[in-house]
């Protein structure tokens, strides 16, 4: 059965830095679309970084680019998220999420309804 889980949230001053991971099974993260999304307190859940299937491109979030990279390892199946230079807005539930691309190359989105498998979540706290 393929399933994300999500690791690597905390607390955090203003400032720091956490890498989180989302390590796949069931399937191979070269073949997926992977997808990071956040959702703070009250508000709807938003797109911030996704790394494509096959080639590896990556799209951020304009709050987020130049200070979060997403990167993946094949060999572990396992997709980064490593994010420096946090602020308080950056606090939230971080969820990653995946969609296969067994066809043509694409570029990853952040259509929400189009990603099917979604990990349980990691709380990112980011305070004084």
């Known amino acids: 059965q393929s399933q994300l889980v999500e690791s690597g949230g905390g607390l955090v001053e203003p400032g720091g830095s956490l890498t989180l991971s989302c390590r796949a099974s069931g399937f191979s993260v070269d073949w997926a679309d992977i997808a990071w999304f956040r959702q703070a307190p009250g508000k709807e859940r938003q797109g911030a970084a996704c790394i494509s299937a096959r080639s590896g491109g990556t799209k951020y979030e304009g709050s987020v680019e130049g200070r979060f990279t997403v990167f993946r390892d094949d060999a572990k199946d396992t997709v980064y998220l490593q994010m420096n230079g946090l602020t308080p807005e950056d606090t939230g539930i971080y969820f990653c999420?995946?969609?296969?691309?067994?066809?043509?190359?694409?570029?990853?989105?952040?259509?929400?309804?189009?990603?099917?498998?979604w990990g349980q979540g990691t709380q990112v706290t980011v305070s004084p």
């Open positions: 999420a995946s969609r296969l691309q067994l066809g043509a190359q694409t570029v990853c989105t952040f259509n929400i309804p189009s990603y099917v498998r």
